[in-house]
DNA sequence: CTCCTAACAGGTCAATCGTCCTGTTTTAAA
DNA sequence: TTTAAAACAGGACGATTGACCTGTTAGGAG
C-alpha cells in the first residue's frame, strides 16, 4: 500500500486498548467481552492488538494493574488520607458514587468487584493480582481506622475486621445496586453504615 | 439402532441437566459455562437438552427459579422462621456457611450473587427473576427484624434498611472470600455484625 | 544516508460456541 | 392394536471465539 498518514503510538494505542478492555470488562464482564469487539470499539487492528497483548490473559491483568488499581485508589484511598476520619470519608465516598450513578440511569457496579466474580474462579494470577488490590483498600480503610483509635476519635473498634466489613457492606450493595438496576441498596447501606459508626466516634469516654 | 435399554424419564432428565447446570454456573458462572460441558456432565444427548431446554436462556431461568430461589430459602427464609431474632438467624446462618467452606478448600461464592453478577448485564428476564429472588429475601429478613422491633426484642431499628444491609455484608463478605479464596472475611463480618446488631437488642428502654 | 527493530495492517486458523435438524423409540391415550 | 405426541439419539450447522501468521511501515541508532 502506499504511505498514508500512519502514525506509531505504542502507548497511546496500548491507552486505547486498555481503556476500551476496561470499560467492556466492567460492564459486560472479562469473559462476555470478546478479543474482537475492544479491537472495533478501540479502532485497533488485530497485529497491533496481538503486538500489545499476545493473549486476552495479558489484557485482563493490564487492566487490573493499571486501571482497577487505580480506580480503587482514586476511588477509596485518597478520599481517606484527606478527609479527617473514616465515616467522614466513607460518608463522602458513598454519596459520590450515588451522585454519579443517579443520573446515568444503569448500574455497572463495582469495578474490582466485577472483575473478580468472573475471573477468580479461572485464572488464579489475576485472582491474585486482584488479592492485592482489595489488601491495598483493606489496608487503607484499616490504617485509618486505627488512626481514628490512635487521635481519641473513635473507641472500641477493631480497626481490621471493621474495614472488612465496609468493604463488604459497599461490594454488597454494589452488587444488589447491580443486580435490580437500583441505587436504593446504596442509599440505605450509607445510612447504616453511617448510624453504625457514629456512637463509635461520640467523643465519651468509655466509661464516666 | 436396535432397541437397547433406554426408558423415558423426562423428569429425571430435566432435574440432572439442571442440577449440573446449577453447579456449573454457581461454580463457573453463567457465560463461562458451555451447553456441551453441561450435557457431557450431566449425561444427557443433544437431543434431549434440546427438548427440554432450546436455549441457554431456558435453563438459566430454570436454575434460577428452580435451584437459585430454593437455595436462598433453605440458606437463609428457613433458618430466619426457626430462630428465635433475627441476630440468632443470622450468626446462625453465618456460622453454617463457614462451617461447610472450611473443609471444603475453595470458596465458589453465594449462588445468587454470582448469578446475579454475570447475567444482570445482559439478560433484562433472568435479572428479573433474579430480583424477586433477592425481594424475597429482603422480605423474609425485614419482617423478622420488624417482627423483633413489635415483641420489644429490639429498639431503634429500621428494618427494610437494616436488612438491605444484612444482605450487602453477606454478600460481599461472600465476594471477598471468592475473590480471596479465604473464610476470613465472613468471620470477620459475622463477628462485626453481631456486634453492631448487639446493641439495639438489649434489653433496654431507650431512655430511662 | 543505511539498517534494524518495534509497531502496525490485514487476514487466517482450529476450536468452540449455541442452536437446530432428522430420525428413532418410548409411552400413554383411543 | 393403532396412533399421535412426547422423549430421546446423534450429528451438523453457521457464527464467533482467542490466537497467530506473513508482510509492511515507522522511527530511532549508527
Redesign the interface.
Known sequence: MIGNGRTNDPQGVRRRIVDTAYDAFV???Y??TGMLEIREKASVSGGAMAHHFPAKRALGLAVIRDRVSHAVQQTWIEPLDRCVDAPAAIDLIFGDIIGELAPKGSV??CPL??M???V???DPEM?LA??DI?AAWHGALSAKFQADLASGRASNI?P???A??V???????M??A????DV??LV??R???AA?LA?KYRRVTPAG
Open positions: 460492564k459486560q464482564g469473559i462476555a455497572s457496579g468487584n466485577n473478580a466474580m468472573d477468580s474462579p479461572h485472582r486482584l488479592g482489595f477493631q481490621s475486621s471493621l472488612t466489613l468493604i463488604a457492606i459497599y461490594s454488597g450493595a452488587a444488589m447491580k443486580a435490580r438496576q436504593g441498596a440505605e447501606s445510612a447504616e453504615l453504625l456512637p
